[in-house]
């Protein structure tokens, strides 16, 4: 009964470089949120998405982040030229859909840094 | 807008004592709260939810909090502390109707033997 998954755990890039981080989330969920949690502070909501459409994206900074979860396979985070700023815990959660209370449920996340 | 202030960024209890973390939110609808614990190099697990039913909510692991509207405080309290309860916890609302999460800062709890 696997959870949801988020691979790599740890990530190490050079600046400039790209990330790519992956979550599969819970088998039956269809909804996938990305959180982005910086050093001392709590979970900041960057986006929402459902097979193969992205419903909010308004926590997303407006370069360089992008987000999708295709019809197979795992949701990804993109982050393009990274920089510094960008070394944080990237979470992915995942939920039944509407009707669930709203139940998140999280991945161990994957600890960005950048070098 | 949605807040949460968990007050106390870092909490000290002995073995067996009551564990008490503090959360005030902000709400313009009628909120969704959430107590989640994050231990070392884990992902967050789900305590306990409040969404609008009994106002005295009861989790995982002795936990329980309680909804109390008039203070739109949302404490998360344990009546005796174990070794096992050292990690982080964060508190979180959200609308009825909608999906994000906003989360607290977080609280640091250690357990002293």
């Known amino acids: 009964n696997a959870g949801v998954m988020q691979n790599p755990r740890h990530l190490v890039r050079r600046r400039g470089q790209e990330a790519r981080l992956r979550c599969s989330p819970m088998k039956g969920h269809s909804h996938v949120y990305w959180y982005r949690q910086l050093p001392e502070e709590g979970l900041k909501f960057m986006v929402y998405?459902?097979?193969?459409?992205?419903?909010?994206e308004s926590g997303m900074p407006k370069e360089r982040f992008s987000a999708e979860f295709p019809k197979e396979g795992p949701s990804i985070l993109r982050i393009q030229q990274v920089v510094r700023g960008d070394s944080a815990a990237y979470f992915c959660a995942s939920s039944p859909g509407q009707g669930s209370g709203n139940i998140q449920y999280f991945g161990a996340g994957t600890r960005l840094s950048v070098l | 807008a949605q807040s949460v202030t968990q007050l106390g960024s870092h909490v000290s209890v002995s073995e067996g004592a009551l564990v008490l973390l503090r959360c005030n939110y902000s709400s313009s609808v009628p909120p969704y709260l959430f107590w989640y614990v994050q231990y070392p190099n884990q992902g967050l697990q789900l305590l306990l939810k409040?969404?609008?039913?009994?106002?005295l909510v009861k989790g995982i692991n002795g936990f329980e909090a309680e909804f109390k509207k008039s203070e739109t405080s949302f404490h998360l309290t344990k009546p005796s502390a174990h070794m096992s309860d050292a990690a982080e916890y964060f508190c979180a609302v959200s609308k009825s109707n909608d999906y994000k999460l906003s989360f607290g800062a977080g609280t640091t709890v250690t357990v002293r033997a």
């Open positions: 998405l459902q097979k193969e459409n992205i419903i909010d």
């Open positions: 409040y969404t609008s039913a009994a106002t």
